[in-house]
C-alpha cells in the first residue's frame, strides 16, 4: 500500500487529508513544518508528498527541492491559488497543485493519478471494502490493516480474484491447501467463518446451497 507523506502546519487541514487517505486504504504520516517533514522524507520510505507552500521552517518549495533527491513526487496543496503561484510551483517540479479548500474525492482522484504516473499502485487490488496488496500481502478494511493468517489471505485473495463467482469448496480447498478435500472436513467452511469476521463479509461473502461460497461484489 502506498505511503504518502503529510507536510502541512494546519492541524484540521492535515486531520482531513489524513482521514481521506486512510479511508481509501493508504498509509501516511503528518509533519506540521517543513523541518520535520524532510526529516521523515529522509529517514522513510514514502510514495508521495502532499506539501503546504507556506511551512513554518523550510517552505514548500525548499522541501519540494529535497524530495526531488530522493525521487520522491509532490502535490502542492496550498492556499495560494493564484494563477502566478501555480505556474510556478508546477514549472519548479510539482506533479500537480491543489487550492485549498478541496473536495476530498478530486483529492483522491489526484493522488492515485501521480501514483499510477510513477508506478506505485498497480498491484493493488480493491473490491467489497477490501484492498489487497499481493506483493506486501498486506490487507485493509477502511484504512485500517486487518491481520490474517496466511491461509486466511489466500482464502481472501482467492475470492478477490473470482467475484461473483460460485466456487465449490472442492476447488477452495484445492487453490489454498492443495491436494483434496476429505470427506466430511470442515476446513474451508471453518475458514470462511473467520474471513468473515475479520473483513466484515457476513453479507458479502454468500454460502451457495450444495456447492460452496460466492463474493457478491458490484464490478
Not at 495560494?80 to 497543485?97: F, I, Q, W
Not at 466430511?184 to 473483513?199: F, I, N
Amino acid at each position: 500500500m502506498p505511503n504518502i507523506l503529510i507536510a502541512e502546519d494546519e492541524r484540521p487541514i492535515a486531520d482531513l487529508i489524513r482521514m481521506t487517505l486512510k479511508g481509501a486504504g493508504y498509509r501516511c504520516d503528518w509533519a506540521p513544518d517543513g523541518d520535520r517533514a524532510a526529516d521523515l522524507a529522509g529517514a522513510g520510505t514514502y510514495d508521495l508528498a502532499l506539501v503546504d507552500v507556506m511551512l513554518p521552517g523550510s517552505d514548500g518549495f525548499a522541501l519540494l527541492e529535497y524530495c526531488q533527491t530522493l525521487d520522491l513526487p509532490v502535490i502542492f496543496v496550498t492556499a495560494r491559488g493564484a494563477v502566478a503561484d501555480r505556474v510556478r510551483g508546477l514549472h519548479a517540479g510539482a506533479e500537480d497543485y491543489i487550492v485549498k479548500p478541496f473536495d476530498a474525492a478530486k483529492l483522491l482522484a489526484r493522488v492515485e493519478t501521480v501514483l499510477r504516473r510513477f508506478h506505485k499502485t498497480e498491484a493493488l487490488i480493491t473490491l467489497a471494502g477490501v484492498t489487497v496488496d499481493p506483493r506486501a500481502r498486506q490487507v485493509w478494511k477502511d484504512g485500517e490493516e486487518i491481520a490474517l493468517t496466511p491461509k486466511e489471505y489466500d482464502l481472501l485473495l482467492l475470492f478477490l480474484r473470482n467475484p461473483n463467482a460460485a466456487l465449490y469448496r472442492d476447488t477452495i480447498y484445492e487453490k489454498v491447501w492443495g491436494g483434496e478435500l476429505a470427506y466430511g472436513s470442515k476446513t474451508v467452511d471453518l475458514h470462511v467463518q473467520r474471513l468473515r469476521k475479520k473483513v466484515g463479509w457476513e453479507e458479502t461473502l454468500r454460502a451457495v446451497h450444495k456447492v460452496g461460497y460466492r463474493l457478491e461484489a458490484e464490478p
